[in-house]
């Protein structure tokens, strides 16, 4: 009888610090909430606005899927006197085409009027390369994992397993390759040859595009092009990078192109309000979860209480 009144004991003072830290929670978000609205009224910014020279950093980090935000960040440098210089930090194992080529062209439009810098990290392969190579200068670490200048198309065939569920599809079509791709059934030579061509054009852009912005012939990039990585060391051999170093030695390559002869500072792009204030809480509350999922391992590791 003592015994389970010690447990019954022990499980009512977890619930008790439980409750206590739940409602110490929900008043954390709260004053963390008013706290950030009232910091971000005018956006966030890393450095004050102050009248020395700053160096843009704008992030691209993992799959490149829609390119809205890198855009957003080089425009508002572009128009952002005080920055003479951007450095794109890229580490990304690639992505979606279109996304890519917009990246690397905004790169490039910028560059006319103020120096872009690429600073590649652990990765930047295929679409990863494929936007920093729209800047004027490349860094990369030894290691770095890059190259892979190619084009993929991977698509699934679902015929076997629809047949062995008794699944059957009926297509109805006002042209002869409108179900191109069909995941249900093999393609056709026909199929296979149109694909074939868009992929092959794609990765002509492609390669042209590196030709052009690293000054190199089409012919050389196109023996390079068949999709294999190189570290960072043999692409500055391929000269597909022009300097190995890190984050830093690209801040510095930075400041250089810009002509900055005095102090900078680097600064990330504004934040608006919502943007600043779910990042805040996204971090928060991924921190609060893993502390609560602790204590709940520590209640059912309590619940006997030693006599």
């Known amino acids: 009888m003592e015994e389970k009144n010690s ?45 020395v020279d700053k ?28 920055v003479k210089a951007v450095v794109l930090r890229i580490d990304s194992p690639g992505g979606a085409v279109g996304a890519s080529q917009e990246i690397f062209q905004e790169a490039r439009r910028l560059d006319h009027l103020k120096p872009v810098i690429a600073s590649l990290g652990n990765t930047a392969a295929s679409g990863g390369y494929y936007s920093a190579a729209g ?18 198309m991977k698509l699934p065939n679902v015929e076997k397993l629809l047949e062995k569920l008794g699944i059957k599809t009926t297509v109805i079509k006002s042209g002869r390759l409108k179900d191109l791709a069909s995941i249900t059934r093999d393609l ?14 794609i990765h002509g852009q492609f390669m042209k595009d590196v030709a052009d912005s690293r000054k190199l012939s089409l012919e050389k990039v196109t023996s390079l092009a068949d999709g ?15 300097e190995l170093g890190n984050f830093s030695v690209a801040l510095d390559k930075a400041a250089e192109l810009g002509k900055i002869s005095g102090k900078w500072k680097a600064i990330y792009p504004k934040k608006d309000k919502i943007t600043a204030i779910r990042e805040i809480l996204e971090e928060s509350g991924a921190k609060t979860i893993s502390n609560l999922l602790d204590l709940v391992a520590l209640k059912n590791t309590s619940a006997v209480v030693p006599e």
Do not use: C
């Not at 499980?11 to 206590?20: E, H, N």
């Not at 800047?135 to 993929?152: D, K, L, Q």
């Not at 056709?188 to 054009?201: F, I, N």
């Not at 294999?228 to 022009?242: C, M, N, P, T, Y």
């Open 188 to 201: 056709s030579p026909e199929e296979r040859a149109v694909l074939k061509s868009v992929m092959d054009d």
């Open 135 to 152: 800047a004027r200068y490349i860094v990369a670490n030894p290691g770095t994992v890059t190259g892979s200048i190619g084009v993929i």
């Open 55 to 82: 160096i843009g950093i704008v992030d691209i980090k993992g799959v490149i899927t829609t390119p809205e935000k890198v855009l957003d960040a080089m425009k508002q440098f572009r128009e952002n006197n005080q």
């Open 7 to 51: 447990r019954n004991r022990g499980s009512g003072v977890i619930v008790i610090v439980l409750a206590t830290i739940g409602g110490l929670v929900l008043l954390g978000f709260l004053f963390t909430f008013l706290l950030v609205f009232f910091m971000v009224r005018g956006g966030v910014e890393s450095v004050g606005a102050t009248s």
């Open 228 to 242: 294999r990585i190189f570290s960072g060391h043999q692409a500055l051999e391929l000269k597909l990078v022009d």
